[in-house]
């Protein structure tokens, strides 16, 4: 918006922005089709509405799946001219040709920087939006920090005329011709928490944003308060991923009792879900000395199902660190997120499971992998590893949330809408506040 003239006053009320995740999702980039990477949005629409039971607003897909390869070509100009590397995000052949809603993937990933992770621990997108900030600063933009948006301004069903703020000096009140609300989620607020996931507040065990708290809401209310809307469907869904192991599809997870209880070939919101369903959520994901063995061979084979979706040291398009990852669960046992035992009755006693429901539920994991066929839960037998040579680990199966999806009411133009659709003039909203 400065770049093209206008006068821009960005608050915020963090001292500095927040900006997660390793990579973002563009269709018909000019570093897609310089790769050959060609996204089936035809497939890719049919898949979307049918995971969400035809609730995705298919004109906002539209929007996305035609105009964000030229949104993105922008940032790959800009960024790649000072110097920030642009990759095409690495895809695994199994998620790609996989007919199954809930490992399908699409190639729609594009990244910047040589790692999902720098040498000072800054995440990709957060170096990403660094140099976007300066961007706009260059180009005039007003960028205040510390600054709390408190009020929209709104005359009866007049346009939205800005907003009052706190600063650490006093009120302000900022006038304007447009406001746009890009405030993030709401989970940080118990009170939104509650009424629009209820499931999601039960199975969450932990939260995690950077800075933390920050995403409380504000703008929906402060939205809703002037007449806006949030969106129709609830519950509201959930990014919720397991840490210490989950994710790795060929890992037998097994509940309170020591019991096995889930196809773990599914991914990490579905892994969540699941453990929460138990009659006490606590789980673990349990491997024996050859386990990261098996998740690197899944990995470099394309069929998916890392550590935490892969590894936040691993280049994009490189193989899996197997001593990285040896590292990190070193780390994890020190801390007690992980343990470690050369009998399985030991490990039994470390989770606090029944020793004999455990040993009985590995002896016929194991039996299954010999077989090739998972007559329990029709896991994939490629992805399954046998738990045999001690030592043997468990990891403590954790929910961390990290944001919710559900927002404002928003049209094709971005305005927030009230209760009958109807566009607010002057106020848009984008990004996980919609």
Known sequence: AAEAGAKVVLIEKASEFSARGHDVGAVGTKLQKELGV???????????TQ?????????????????????MDYYIDRLTADGLPCNAGSLGKAAAESTNPLTKEFATAIQFGEQQKTADGEYTNHLMVRYIEQYAREAGADIRYN???????????????????????????????SVVIASGDYAADDEMFQYYAPMTAYAMDARYYNPPDCDTGDMHKQAIWIGGAMQRSEPHAAVMHLDFGAASYGFLHVNW???????????TQSKSVTKALQTQKEAWTIYDANGLKAVKQQMDAGLGGGLQWGQLTQPVGGEYNL??????????????????????????????????????????????CDLGKDLDFGKR????AKVVEPPFYAGKLEADLLTMCGGLRTDLETHVLDANDQPIEGLYVCGSAA
């Open 381 to 384: 037998p490629e992805v399954m």
């Open 38 to 48: 060609e996204v089936d949005t035809d497939l890719m629409r049919e898949y979307y």
């Open 257 to 267: 009792e020591g019991k096995r209880f889930k196809n773990e070939d599914v991914n």
């Open 147 to 177: 600054t709390k948006a408190e009020q929209l301004l709104r005359d009866g069903d007049g346009p939205v005329t800005g907003a009052i703020v706190s600063t650490p000096e006093g009120m302000v009140q900022i006038n304007a011709k």
């Open 51 to 71: 995971i969400t039971c035809n609730k995705t607003d298919i004109g906002l897909f539209n929007v996305w799946m035609t105009r964000s390869g030229e949104v």
């Open 323 to 368: 001593e990285a990852q040896e590292i990190v669960l070193q780390g994890e046992i020190e801390s007690g997120l992980t343990q470690t035992a050369n009998t399985l009755e030991e490990l039994a006693g470390l989770m606090g499971v029944p020793a004999e429901n455990f040993v009985a539920t590995v002896e016929r994991y194991n039996e299954l």
